[in-house]
């Protein structure tokens, strides 16, 4: 399994973009990146996942460098309501996926 | 959309009761999983359903038992309930054999006394 490493804690505030780096040194070559975001007493939701190099969806971009050992998140213009949990994850298949403790993005006003 | 729904938000049991954990979805998907949510150890997986009456034990499995008997209905029963059986428990379905959407239930906060 590859080992995620991705902070614990960012703060930002309104109107700013948002990256959040995750490194999974070990990621296998079938193993797809995905990321998710938790709100407090919510089951986690999906929000991107890509292989290679960039994909974007309305709600946020994902950066995958070619030896795809790292990936970043970026959110565009954050806003009060993305403060949550975001994680990262890797796997093939859904039931592959493990959660880790995720990074606490906060968003001030 | 898509909707998982667990049958409850909250739920208090005492220690030694059975309980059952019941988790519907709408949209036909073939997998179904049961993971556990505990502060600082992130979402575990219990069980995970690939079809019906099919399941594989996850990371967790000790001292829960699964229930699949139609492909829209996935049951988590907890056979003997004991206080370290306290936790979130979330429910999520996903479609096809090469896919990592999941999409999850509310969850239920279950508290064993």
């Known amino acids: 399994l590859a080992k995620i490493t991705q902070p614990i804690s960012m703060d930002s505030y309104e109107g700013q973009e948002v990256n959040i780096t995750c490194s999974h040194n070990?990621?296998?070559?079938?193993?797809?990146i995905t990321w998710y975001q938790q709100f407090p007493s919510q089951g986690p939701r999906f929000i991107i996942q890509g292989y290679k190099t960039k994909v974007t969806n309305e709600v946020a971009s994902l950066f995958i460098p070619a030896d795809r050992k790292s990936s970043t998140l970026s959110l565009p213009r954050v806003s009060l309501s993305d403060t949550a949990v975001y994680y990262c994850l890797v796997g093939a298949v859904a039931r592959q996926l493990t959660f880790g403790s995720g990074t606490q993005l906060t968003v001030l006003p | 959309d898509v909707k998982v729904t667990q049958s409850s938000r909250y739920l208090v049991k005492r220690t030694g009761e059975k309980v059952f954990l019941e988790c519907v979805q709408d949209m036909d998907h073939e997998n179904m999983f049961w993971y556990r949510q505990d502060p600082g150890l992130g979402l575990r997986l219990i069980y995970f359903s690939y079809d019906v009456k099919m399941k594989e034990k996850g990371d967790i499995p000790e001292g829960y038992s699964v229930s699949r008997e139609k492909k829209e209905r996935f049951s988590l029963i907890l056979e003997s309930a004991s206080t370290n059986q306290t936790s979130m428990y979330l429910c999520?379905?996903?479609?096809?054999?090469?896919?990592?959407?999941?999409?999850f239930g509310q969850g239920t906060r279950l508290t064993v006394v």
């Open positions: 070990n990621i296998a070559t079938n193993d797809y």
């Open positions: 999520a379905s996903s479609v096809g054999t090469a896919n990592t959407e999941a999409f």
